[in-house]
């Protein structure tokens, strides 16, 4: 008989994480032990990585939904896209003898990397603009900007710095305005952000606002990229409906966040079927999580430069395989998993 544990595990970061919706210090996830009672030694773990104030799953009696569920693991899960992903990615890793295997391919056997971007936090313009170096020294190709937090003008100044050093051919830059612009100001803003070559920005305007989100798609001189209009579980003749709508050039998936690995899987399938390009985005997972989006990642055919992170951002991160190197990350098979003595209940 299959049983299930959960637990709680504080992430604290390494520095004070802003967006434009908030400041963090530290960040509560939550671990899924399941395993068969006839061999308990072998289990497979997941995260069910909540993300207050973003995640449709932000409820009261969160850590009593997960509870339930534990009690019953062979039952339907809830509609929660945290909670989804966090069984999908411990019954995978059971299934592969609880050895952090969810998806095989030849990242997971550490023969390449994988490209990702180089993530510079909100900060003053003299903090970004000092991230950004360092980003660019480490070998980052890539940079990926979350705008939104300080004076608008302050921003165009730091991309103006970054591009009398760096042309379009030597450095891609990506924006994350996180839902900051208005309905009223944001054409107008993309059209002054366009003279920096923008690859693209997610998200300019708060989500929801479909028939205002689709006009700034057509007339915006910056290829627009969906994020937080794609959170939550969705149906799939809802998600066509919405991106036929809307018809950004891009959709974000963060799979913690949009529904699991299997409801990101039907998102791919409805952006190629209309043209639209997709690339993954980790959202603050602990390595845990995050090992199970890039084995996921690898797995699938798509070149762009992805926003998976580090595994960096957590003084008290789990220790695991995960590697940066230069602009890529790797899966080095000398590094051992390392999970820490956790206080698993039911």
């Not at 569920?69 to 509609?79: A, I």
């Not at 103006?160 to 990506?174: K, V």
């Not at 409801?263 to 399938?269: K, T, Y």
């Not at 926003?307 to 960096?312: D, K, M, Q």
């Amino acid at each position: 008989m299959l049983k299930a544990q959960w637990c709680k595990y504080r992430l604290d970061f390494r520095f004070l994480a802003k967006t434009s919706r908030e400041s963090m210090l530290y960040k509560d996830t939550y671990f899924i032990r399941l395993y068969d009672e006839s061999s308990p030694e072998v289990y497979g773990v997941g995260e069910c990585g909540l993300f207050k104030g973003l995640s449709a799953d932000d409820v009261d009696g969160y850590e009593d939904i997960i509870s339930s569920v534990c009690r019953n693991p062979e039952g339907e899960l809830p509609p929660m896209s945290s909670i989804i992903m966090g069984f999908e990615t411990a019954a995978r890793d059971l299934a592969n003898g609880g050895r952090h295997v969810v998806y095989a391919s030849d990242w997971l056997d550490g023969q390449r990397g994988i490209e990702i971007n180089g993530l510079i936090w909100m900060g003053d313009k003299r903090l970004m603009l000092k991230r950004v170096k360092e980003k660019i020294d480490a070998g980052f190709k890539v940079l990926k900007l979350k705008i939104g937090g300080i004076d608008f003008d302050e921003e165009l100044d730091i991309l103006a710095n970054i591009r009398r050093e760096y042309t379009p051919s030597d450095l891609t830059i990506r924006l994350d305005a996180n839902g900051s612009f208005s309905v009223d100001n944001a054409l107008e803003r993309l059209t002054r952000l366009s003279r920096y070559a923008i690859h693209s920005i997610e998200q300019p305007i708060k989500a929801g606002f479909i028939s205002d989100m689709a006009r700034i798609c057509r007339l915006s001189p910056i290829d627009i990229a969906l994020d937080e209009e794609l959170i939550g579980v969705m149906p799939d003749d809802g998600k066509l409906d919405l991106l036929d709508e809307i018809r950004p050039r891009y959709i974000i998936l963060k799979p913690t966040l949009c529904g699991g690995f299997s409801e990101a899987d039907r998102w791919i399938a409805v952006a190629e079927k209309l043209g639209i390009g997709w690339w993954a985005t980790s959202a603050l997972e602990s390595n845990i999580g995050l090992n199970a989006i890039a084995q996921w990642l690898a797995a699938k055919d798509n070149d762009l430069p992805q926003g998976l992170g580090t595994g960096a951002l957590y003084h008290n991160n789990i220790l695991s395989p995960i590697e940066q190197r230069g602009y890529e990350l790797y899966y080095n098979h000398d590094i051992i998993w390392q999970m820490p003595r956790l206080q698993w209940r039911q």
